[in-house]
């Protein structure tokens, strides 16, 4: 497993060159750009642009892990659903031409104030999302499913989404969210529901392994398990010693994943 970082929220107003900079001296070996940050890589970039990013890293020891989108289909209104899905094509094509081998969606929460039954939301995120795939299955992208929003971060449902999506190019991006832990302070059993198709991972504060809050010692055994050679993106919030923060917390992942 590689450790990687979020530029949510730590590298927020860092350009591309500053974030490599910065993973590459403290031992992060690769990012996943988050959308309307500091850095710019949005689908606004001309081609040129475009050819400039992807240079960057590959000219350099970060791997660009993918793009941060915040696209979502759960909307009651069908035009706002297509806007995201065509949206979320846009991006597609950004990842290709930057370099980035996945694009990160979500799904962000249920329509229960409208009437409309979670299991109707539930296939409405799942179609798009094979619609997504299929397209993205094109430009050689993965499109991957963060585990987030109201209610619709627990496991279960997205289980039920990656169901509905049935597509070889739509993942999960795991996010080490306080609702994967259940009554035994375990993830197994929420894991062993999408573990099939992780494909990134989010990790928050490693220290909450110490104060019981998530168990990322047991996370970590389970992503071996699987055989899990991917990335662990640190999502954590910015501090004004950035670098120093970012030594501590790579010291505390070699420690938790050995």
Known sequence: MRLGLVTYNVAKDWDVATIIEKCAATGFEGVELRTTHAHGVEVTLSAEERSRVRRQFEDSSVALVGLGSAFEYHAVEPEAVRQNIEGTKEYVKLAYDVGAPGVKVRPNGFQDEAGIPRERTLEQIGLALRECGTFAKEYGVEIRLEV??????KVPYIARIMEVADHDHVFVCWNSNPTDVDEHGSVKDHFKLVQDKIRLAHITE????????????????????IGYEG????????????????????????????
């Open 206 to 225: 490693l220290y909450n392994e110490a104060y019981g809050a998530y168990p990322y010692r047991e996370l970590f055994g389970l992503l071996k398990g």
């Open 231 to 258: 990335f662990c993106c640190a999502e954590i919030a910015g501090n004004p010693e950035p670098e120093r923060l970012m030594r501590y917390y790579r010291a505390l992942f070699e420690a938790y994943v050995s």
């Open 148 to 153: 987030h929003g109201r209610e619709t971060c």
